[in-house]
């Protein structure tokens, strides 16, 4: 499991407003703002801008993280990125795609995970036997589309039930191809269990 982050740097705090952890200074600023600071305030203006889309899906990809640290889904989502998925040095620092986690949990994922480009569509496939005790017919699919240049997210929360094997997203038509980073997990019908999402790579349609 990765860090998490919560507290300051210098003379500027963080802390949760309305689900969102975000940051203000305290007293008076009479020196130049240090490198730490500026590369501090720019890591989470990125996950901030990263997670604006997807908050619903964080919601509960991130809900049972958040209990067992004490903290809201979006705050556990933001602690979790911002020691594990902004990579590069100030002014060069970037969303580390492969390494985002949009869900956090214990439920297993199944085998033979794949993704392919359908017409206007993103088709996941898995493999739908139950592999463990832990599984369930009844388990759903979490599918995200995340799409860096145009800001947007198309996503599934209550997903095709896993004993289906397969499921899609429409995402829509541009004139230019655009990349979409492409993620899935598994949530229990009754949504007290939840897995790990796992990064299944890129698409450009």
Same mark, same amino acid.
């Given at each position: 499991?990765?860090?998490?982050? $919560?507290?300051?740097?210098? $003379?500027?705090?963080?802390?949760?407003?309305?689900?969102?952890?975000?940051?203000?200074? %305290?007293? %008076?600023?009479?020196?130049?703002?240090?490198?730490?600071?500026?590369?501090?305030?720019? $890591?989470?203006?990125?996950?901030? &801008?990263?997670?604006?889309?997807?908050?619903?899906?964080?919601?509960?990809?991130? &809900?049972?993280?958040?209990?067992?640290?004490?903290?809201?889904?979006?705050?556990?989502?933001? /602690?979790?990125?911002?020691?594990?998925?902004? $990579?590069?040095?100030?002014?060069?620092?970037?969303?580390?795609?492969? #390494?985002?986690?949009?869900?956090?949990?214990?439920?297993?994922?199944?085998? *033979?995970?794949?993704?392919?480009?359908?017409?206007?569509?993103?088709?996941? /496939? !898995?493999?739908?036997?139950?592999?463990?005790?832990?599984?369930? !017919?009844? *388990?759903? &699919?979490? @599918?995200? &589309?995340?799409?860096?240049? #145009? #800001?947007?997210?198309?996503?599934?929360?209550?997903?095709? %039930?896993?004993? @289906?094997?397969?499921?899609?997203?429409?995402?829509?038509?541009?004139?230019?191809? %655009?990349?979409?980073?492409?993620?899935?997990?598994?949530?229990?019908?009754?949504?007290?269990?939840?897995?790990?999402?796992?990064? @299944?790579?890129?698409?450009?349609?």
């Amino acid at each position: 499991m990765g860090k998490y982050y $919560k507290g300051s740097v210098g $003379k500027t705090i963080s802390y949760k407003l309305n689900g969102r952890l975000v940051e203000r200074r %305290v007293g %008076v600023n009479t020196t130049a703002t240090s490198p730490a600071q500026l590369a501090h305030r720019t $890591k989470l203006k990125i996950i901030n &801008a990263f997670l604006g889309p997807i908050e619903g899906f964080i919601e509960f990809g991130f &809900a049972l993280e958040g209990k067992v640290m004490g903290m809201n889904a979006h705050n556990a989502f933001t /602690s979790y990125s911002y020691y594990n998925c902004v $990579k590069g040095e100030y002014p060069f620092q970037e969303m580390d795609f492969p #390494k985002v986690m949009l869900s956090m949990g214990i439920l297993p994922l199944p085998d *033979d995970l794949a993704v392919s480009a359908e017409n206007h569509q993103i088709a996941f /496939s !898995w493999d739908p036997q139950l592999l463990s005790d832990d599984m369930r !017919w009844s *388990d759903h &699919a979490m @599918l995200m &589309a995340y799409c860096p240049e #145009k #800001k947007s997210a198309h996503y599934l929360i209550n997903g095709p %039930v896993r004993k @289906l094997g397969s499921g899609s997203i429409d995402v829509p038509r541009y004139r230019n191809a %655009v990349t979409y980073h492409l993620y899935i997990g598994f949530i229990s019908d009754d949504h007290k269990q939840i897995s790990d999402s796992t990064y @299944l790579g890129i698409l450009q349609m």
